[in-house]
């Protein structure tokens, strides 16, 4: 099938027939003076672009409009406001089994075209597919096994929920019943909790853009010590946006603790597998991110009724241990041990005054016994029974009779006193005829002495 500017764009026209002027080869040799022709320009387009190879894009159906032999779709780009649009020849939408509809989304492929005669820049499909439900499934899942082995989801990485949280971040769709859940849940939870609302879209090609400028202008807010990211249920491709990637990665990368609340119970979204803490419903948030107040206060009555029994207990049992101390001899009558004590101080001071008294008592009549030993040993005993003792004039007790001479003054001391006698004669000891007399004086004395000792 041919159509109009197709084909080999023909070589530069030749100058004027004189000869004298020639076209520049190229746009960079152009000039006032010597401009391209306006066909020129746009066959080297043309040329230009149809070198460019076919590709294969995805995108959203925003319009469609079918007619004899060619439809015309605008296709929207996912995440982005950028829109182009596509000629599809009507053999190839026949080969389709249902014809895509608004809203939906495609992968096409695509070769611009360039009309000389217009100057319009078309982008002609030679192939166009649904994504279905089964696509985008497998998608998801491919970048859920990617981030995953990346790390992204370990339980390592998620961060505690504060206890009670003064102010909540809470991004969701404007006017939505999902903030009023929230919200209303939270306030009849915990009346004093605050919110800081951020409303954005959360659904279309500006979600994924809105909510992640939202989650970073909260994140760098210190009042908020929490962020909520909540949506009500819908379709697949609804919750597409937080599946993004780039969302994903800027909740991993949040300081502040976030809760994922992305539609019902059996949606998951990767949001809900990054985020620190999953809720299945954006009421569910709300009861996991306050504490219930009736619910504390019960607590609070418990925990104060157990404080005041383990109290009361402990009062009882150590009143029992006191009673207990109290009724011991030495609390109960504690004069009872300085009683026992002074009786023991008495009996040993009797005793050793009994101990004391003995020891002096023998000791005396020792002393006694040996002053009469002294006293009957003493030289005045001796002279009391009729012996003198003679010394001479110079203090030297004469004992033999060799030791005076015959006149020789002699000092006699008797037991009255003493008095001088001139010696006489001497006789020896042995040639004294008292000798005999005198040995048996000695032993009477012997004997005499003997006795008084067994007396004693």
């Known amino acids: 099938?041919?159509?109009?500017?197709?084909?080999?764009?023909?070589?530069?026209?030749?100058?004027?027939?004189?000869?004298?002027?020639?076209?520049?080869?190229?746009?960079?040799?152009?000039?006032?003076?010597?401009?391209?022709?306006?066909?020129l320009l746009?066959?080297?387009?043309?040329?230009?672009i149809e070198r460019?190879?076919?590709?294969?894009?995805?995108?959203?159906?925003?319009?469609?409009?079918?007619?004899?032999?060619?439809?015309?779709?605008?296709?929207?780009?996912?995440d982005s406001e950028v829109s182009l649009s596509l000629s599809v020849y009507g053999s190839v939408m026949d080969?389709?089994?249902?014809?895509?509809?608004?809203?939906?989304?495609?992968?096409?492929?695509?070769?611009?075209?360039?009309?000389?005669?217009?100057?319009?820049?078309?982008?002609?499909?030679?192939?166009?597919?649904?994504?279905?439900?089964?696509?985008?499934?497998?998608?998801?899942?491919?970048?859920?096994?990617?981030?995953?082995?990346?790390?992204?989801f370990a339980a390592g990485r998620k961060k505690p929920l504060p206890l009670l949280p003064h102010r909540i971040g809470l991004i969701t769709g404007r006017d939505s019943d999902a903030m009023k859940d929230v919200m209303r849940n939270a306030a009849l939870r915990w009346p004093a909790v605050e919110f800081e609302v951020r409303e954005?879209?959360?659904?279309?090609?500006?979600?994924?853009?809105?909510?992640?400028?939202?989650?970073?202008?909260?994140?760098?807010?210190?009042?908020?010590?929490?962020?909520?990211i909540a949506r009500g249920g819908g379709a697949l491709e609804d919750l597409?946006?937080?599946?993004d990637e780039v969302l994903v990665r800027a909740v991993s990368l949040a300081a502040t603790p976030v809760v994922s609340a992305i539609g019902h119970e059996a949606d998951r979204p990767l949001l809900d597998e990054v985020a620190d803490l999953r809720a299945s419903t954006p009421t569910d948030a709300a009861k996991r991110v306050v504490p219930d107040v009736a619910e504390e206060l019960v607590r609070i009555g418990q925990a104060r009724a157990a404080l005041e029994r383990a109290i009361r207990i402990l009062v009882h049992r150590e009143t029992d241990s006191l009673a207990i101390l109290r009724s011991r001899p030495s609390l109960a009558r504690p004069e009872g041990m300085i009683e026992v004590r002074e009786a023991d101080l008495e009996r040993l001071r009797s005793r050793a005054l009994r101990s004391t008294t003995a020891a002096v008592e023998r000791g005396s009549d020792a002393i006694v016994h040996l002053r009469q030993r002294v006293r009957s040993l003493s030289p005045q005993?001796?002279?009391?029974?009729?012996?003198?003792?003679?010394?001479?004039?110079?203090?030297?007790?004469?004992r033999d009779p060799g030791e005076v001479a015959a006149g020789q003054i002699l000092r006699v001391r008797v037991a009255g006193g003493q008095f001088d006698a001139t010696a006489g004669t001497t006789t020896d000891a042995e040639h004294s005829p008292d000798r005999t007399r005198q040995t048996d004086q000695h032993h009477g004395d012997q004997h005499d002495g003997e006795q008084h000792d067994d007396e004693r």
Request: aromatic share 4%; net charge neutral; hydrophobic share 40%.
């Open 1 to 39: 099938m041919t159509r109009e500017g197709t084909g080999t764009p023909p070589a530069a026209p030749p100058g004027p027939a004189d000869g004298t002027t020639t076209v520049p080869a190229t746009a960079a040799e152009t000039s006032p003076e010597t401009p391209w022709p306006l066909r």
């Open 42 to 48: 746009s066959e080297k387009l043309k040329a230009h």
């Open 52 to 78: 460019a190879p076919a590709a294969w894009v995805e995108g959203q159906v925003i319009e469609l409009n079918r007619r004899a032999s060619m439809s015309y779709i605008t296709l929207r780009d996912v």
């Open 95 to 152: 080969r389709l089994a249902s014809p895509p509809e608004r809203g939906s989304r495609v992968v096409a492929r695509l070769r611009p075209d360039f009309w000389i005669k217009t100057g319009r820049l078309s982008m002609q499909t030679t192939d166009i597919r649904p994504v279905g439900i089964g696509d985008l499934l497998a998608r998801i899942e491919r970048l859920r096994q990617a981030l995953t082995a990346e790390g992204l």
């Open 200 to 228: 954005v879209a959360v659904q279309g090609v500006n979600s994924v853009a809105q909510v992640r400028a939202a989650l970073e202008e909260l994140d760098a807010d210190e009042r908020v010590d929490v962020i909520v």
């Open 240 to 243: 597409l946006p937080f599946s």
């Open 381 to 398: 005993k001796t002279l009391d029974r009729g012996y003198a003792v003679v010394q001479r004039t110079d203090g030297h007790v004469v």
